[in-house]
């Protein structure tokens, strides 16, 4: 372990993965955050289950837009700089909404105002996401795509022990903390994130720590295919001069490039919005193109649909577990940390087991496992387990697990797809685009949950007609299964 991680500090420098790690932990971390919203819209403004939900479904819209991030970074540099510049400001998003909401009493005592506020905290964090995924994808394009997977890998470690601290430490918090008091906690992860900025500069070459350049400027040198060698006296001078003989053929060779004068870029033959208009149509053309082919467009619409035509009930079970099963903060955050194990675990089976197996067969197979797993879900409500002498909370961990376990079945043949599918040149910002059709699909499925909550009347302390509820999400969950003929057929789980 010691010696990956030294090998992908010489890689790529202490200070990116120290960046890349941490915004991934705090993504990870963001259920330490979240679940005491959840207990902020329940028990001081006392929404009802439907209108919980509503405002998290709103909440998280940005997630579904996640493409234009992507768009504007690629097309629309901030002083020559295309990524910096942008987490900067997507940290801030994410920052001042949790310490408005820790400092302002009415703000947060509102749900119209704590909507807003929390829609921008999304903004952010959706932003940030978009633009490490582009900063990973830079790093590893050229010498170093050897390393391609041990920092996708490293990413979802981190991303992965940041969700089990922050479910652990989520209920201990709100057992012994004040909401407030929470979210000012929170505040210091990213707070941390916009000082590690400052430690990461962007250059026409990509993004390079600190920590390496300094090292390559006292004893290293460079060379044109980016390897690394000793340098004595006589090379330096020969790279310094070599270095001079460039700049000024590039003197000479400015016509139709960017010249930068600190304030404006301008360019001989167009202005710079113009240019910006351009790229942005150029990018926004290519991906229309791409995206309208069938063999895109099928399979992303499964995925909608997969999604969409399932009621989401999570803000309903959550109103259940805690109003009538009394459940305690504590043990909630404990059965997140089973979830994160599941989802570990059944990506471990996925790739041992499942790599030959023909998509549209895992796919069905993980629909009619989410059903079988609604079972859970009935006789807790229906109370049959209690007749068998098994407690609620057993049952509890036992459905978060296992359903965490399925969904990651599912979830992964939509990255196999999405790696498949997306054409050179565009990967980054299709690839966003599939993430957020996966992600706008989750947000409607979630408006149909608190829709039938509010058509069943299920409010808090109400749950008379919980039970008729999931019965109608099991049904649900079997209709993407007729539109499995939307998935190539002969696609399998390995993406080569």
């Known amino acids: 372990m010691i010696v990956w991680l030294k090998q992908l500090q010489a890689a790529y420098g202490f200070t990116f ?40 479904s709103v909440s998280f819209f940005p997630w579904s837009i996640k493409p234009l991030y992507g768009i504007v970074s690629d097309c629309i540099p901030i002083r020559g700089r295309k990524r910096i510049p942008y987490l900067v400001i997507s940290t801030i998003l994410s920052l001042f909404p949790w310490l408005i909401l820790g400092l302002k009493a009415s703000l947060r005592s509102y749900s119209g105002p704590l909507m807003i506020i929390l829609t921008v905290q999304n903004l952010g964090s959706a932003m940030t996401d978009v633009v490490v995924d582009a900063m990973i994808a830079e790093a590893v394009r050229c010498d170093r795509a050897a ?7 490293m990413s979802w470690l981190a991303m992965a022990v940041g969700g089990i601290c922050g479910s652990l430490l989520g209920g201990f918090a709100l057992t012994n903390l004040q909401i407030e008091t929470i979210f000012l906690l929170f505040s210091i992860l990213p707070a941390m994130q916009l000082l590690s900025c400052g430690l990461v500069e962007e250059d026409s070459l990509g993004v390079k720590g600190l920590l390496e350049l300094s090292n390559s400027r006292s004893s290293h040198r460079e060379d044109r295919n980016g390897s690394i ?7 330096v001078k020969n790279s310094k001069a070599s270095t001079t003989r460039r ?34 149509k150029s990018a926004i053309y290519s991906l229309c193109r791409a995206f309208g ?14 999604h969409v035509t399932v009621p989401n009930l999570s803000s309903v079970m959550f109103y259940y577990q805690t109003e009538f099963l009394n459940l305690d903060a504590s043990f909630l955050g404990t059965s997140r940390i089973v979830g994160w194990l599941g989802l570990m675990v059944g990506t471990f089976i996925f790739n041992r087991f499942m790599r030959n197996m023909k998509l549209r067969r895992i796919l069905m197979l993980a629909h009619v496992g989410l059903a079988i797993l ?11 387990n209690v007749s068998f002498g098994i407690s609620d909370k057993i049952m509890v961990l036992c459905g978060s697990a ?14 196999i797809l999405s790696g498949q599918l997306c054409p050179p040149g565009i990967e980054g910002t299709l690839f966003a685009l599939f993430m957020s059709i996966n992600n706008l699909g989750s947000t409607l499925g979630s408006f149909v949950g608190a829709g039938l909550a509010s058509v069943l009347n299920i409010s808090s302390g109400s749950f008379d007609n919980l039970l008729l509820g999931i019965f109608v999400q099991v049904i649900c969950i079997f209709i993407p299964i007729g539109f499995l003929f939307l998935i190539p057929k002969e696609a399998i789980g390995i993406t080569a």
Request: aromatic share 14%.
């Open 17 to 56: 993965l120290w960046l890349i790690s941490l915004v991934y932990f705090i993504q990870g971390f963001r259920s330490f955050v979240w679940t005491a919203v959840s207990y902020q819209l329940k028990d001081n403004l006392n929404l009802s289950p439907s209108a919980s939900q509503l405002v998290f």
């Open 374 to 384: 609604s079972l859970l879900d009935i006789a807790l409500v229906s109370r049959v």
């Open 247 to 280: 700049k000024k053929s590039h003197k000479n060779s400015k016509k139709r490039k960017f010249i930068s004068t600190g304030s404006e870029t301008l360019q001989k033959d167009g202005s710079l919005a113009e240019q910006w208009f351009q790229s942005l």
């Open 147 to 153: 390393f391609a997977g041990d920092l996708q890998s």
């Open 293 to 306: 082919q069938p063999i895109i467009l099928r399979p992303m619409t499964w995925f909608f649909l997969a």
């Open 402 to 415: 296992l359903a965490d376990a399925v969904n990651q079945f599912k979830f992964m043949p939509f990255l």
């Open 229 to 235: 060698s000793d340098s004595d006296d006589s090379s």
